[in-house]
Antibody, heavy 119, light 110 residues
Framework: EVRLVESGGGLVQPGRSLRLSCVAS????????MHWVRQVPGKGLEWLSV????????GYSDSVKGRFTVSRDNAENSLFLQMNSLRVEDSAIYYC????????????WGQGTLVTVSS | QSALTQPRSVSGSPGQSVTISCAGS?????????ISWYQQHPDKTPKIIIF???RRPSGVPDRFSGSKSGNTASLTISGLKVEDEADYFC??????????FGGGTKVTVL
């Protein structure tokens, strides 16, 4: 069974940094593309970033490009999101998501970690 | 990266069919067949119900079907059930290693 467990969320002041982690189990982690998606509670979903299994490519939404960096450690079955220069509008639940076998769909989701950016 | 356009809400009675549209452009929906749909019940994580335009993961009822015409994708729920009441989101690959979401549609079962 696929399991994705995020951690690292919390309350942070605007302009500061936070690093999210996601530990994966139940599948061959290094074989799969992984994504980060966020959602303001009660609102829609926003795709943030993607990283290939071998870290050979990464992609970002315009809203986080230049501020957020995705990375992974396949030896630890872990995915990371380094978030710098945080803004109030970055407050949301952040989900770690596994890509599907044929690519570019989100087939398994973690439970999410809540990030609140506030002074 | 413009968000895809979905109706805010649709509704139907049990047993009826409802269709949710997801409008994009030639850069996303029209350009690739990586279109997927997700169901999200209140306070739950999203669940994939359609991928690659019209394929269903195992365990998803065949009441759910997907299609695409030009720059618009659609999700049809046939034989609507009370448990189908949820939010539904579409996504599409938009090139350059980017995904884009629709704004979401609330399905209400009357």
């Amino acid at each position: 069974e696929v399991r994705l467990v995020e951690s690292g969320g919390g309350l942070v002041q605007p302009g500061r940094s936070l690093r999210l982690s996601c530990v994966a189990s139940g599948f061959n982690f290094d074989d799969f593309v992984m994504h980060w998606v966020r959602q303001v509670p009660g609102k829609g979903l926003e795709w943030l970033s993607v990283i290939r299994g071998d870290s050979g490519f990464t992609g970002y939404s315009d809203s986080v490009k230049g501020r957020f960096t995705v990375s992974r450690d396949n030896a630890e079955n872990s995915l990371f999101l380094q978030m710098n220069s945080l803004r109030v509008e970055d407050s949301a639940i952040y989900y770690c998501v596994k890509d599907g076998q044929s690519g570019w769909y989100l087939d398994s989701w973690g439970q999410g970690t809540l990030v609140t950016v506030s002074s | 990266q413009s968000a895809l356009t979905q109706p805010r809400s649709v509704s139907g009675s049990p047993g009826q069919s409802v269709t949710i549209s997801c409008a994009g452009s030639s850069r996303d929906i029209g350009g690739f067949n990586f279109i997927s749909w997700y169901q999200q019940h209140p306070d739950k994580t999203p669940k994939i119900i359609i991928f690659d335009v019209s394929r269903r993961p195992s365990g998803v009822p065949d009441r759910f079907s997907g299609s695409k015409s030009g720059n618009t994708a659609s999700l049809t729920i046939s034989g609507l059930k009370v448990e189908d009441e949820a939010d539904y989101f579409c996504t599409a690959y938009a090139g350059n290693f980017n995904l884009v979401f629709g704004g979401g549609t609330k399905v209400t079962v009357l």
